[in-house]
């Protein structure tokens, strides 16, 4: 299994431009997670899915948007990107049954995106 | 709402000596606690969890934690760190209900040799 994969790795985004990252797992987790990473902060939640056609906002959603059309694929897209936008971005996926919030969650390599 | 508060930024120790890296949290009803560890340029793994039961738990490379409900403490210990634990280290909290994970700010612990 590749795992949780993300692309692109790094970007780089004009100010007002928009653009799409991609997160696919091949394990068959019904939940998957946005998180942005910003430097001496932890991760906050952007949004979330508990499975395909489901989704639902975190912490800090404003800004973003995502769907969940099929249960591998869960892509973000930053509409109007502004330069708070700047951070990096993980996707992260779990299997959960009864209890989904004892459930590891298994994180892809992130990306690195600037907006200028 | 649930918080998580890791209480030293970075953490510089020795290589072979001991450490232990602080996590304390905020909740009104009960937790599950978890630590993660990222290497350079890579997402994050589990290396341990508190669901219930014994309140020291093991993870993997050594790695232990213990829960202190009274504290409202998840402290994460090792007897002695190799050069290759030199990376940041994230406290997170769930609940039972809800969908959320809460994170610090992590601790960015350096081992010297």
């Known amino acids: 299994n590749a795992g949780v994969t993300q692309t692109p790795k790094f970007h780089i985004l004009k100010i007002g431009q928009s653009m799409t990252l991609q997160c696919t797992q091949d394990?068959?987790?019904?939940?998957m997670y946005w998180y942005r990473q910003d430097p001496g902060m932890g991760l906050k939640l952007i949004y979330y899915s508990v499975g395909a056609g489901i989704t639902d906002k975190g912490e800090v959603p404003n800004g973003y948007n995502v769907s969940r059309s099929t249960t591998e694929d869960f892509p973000l897209r930053l509409e109007l990107a502004a330069p708070s936008q700047t951070s990096v971005y993980f996707c992260?996926?779990?299997?959960?049954?009864?209890?989904?919030?004892?459930?590891?969650?298994?994180f892809g390599p992130g990306t690195r995106l600037t907006v200028l | 709402a649930q918080s998580v508060t890791q209480l030293d930024s970075q953490v510089p120790v020795f290589e072979e000596a001991p450490v232990e890296l602080r996590c304390n949290y905020s909740?009104?009803?009960?937790?599950?606690l978890f630590w993660y560890v990222q290497y350079p340029n890579q997402g994050l793994q589990l290396l341990l969890k508190y669901l219930s039961g014994s309140t020291l738990v093991k993870g993997i490379n050594g790695f232990e934690a213990e829960f202190n409900k009274s504290q409202t403490s998840f402290h994460l210990r090792k007897p002695s760190v190799h050069i290759s634990d030199t990376a940041e280290y994230f406290c997170a909290v769930s609940t039972f209900t809800g969908n959320q994970f809460y994170f610090g700010t992590g601790t960015s612990l350096t081992v010297i040799p």
């Open positions: 909740s009104s009803v009960s937790v599950y």
């Open positions: 394990m068959n987790h019904n939940y």
């Open positions: 992260a996926s779990k299997w959960s049954g009864s209890a989904p919030n004892t459930d590891t969650q298994y």
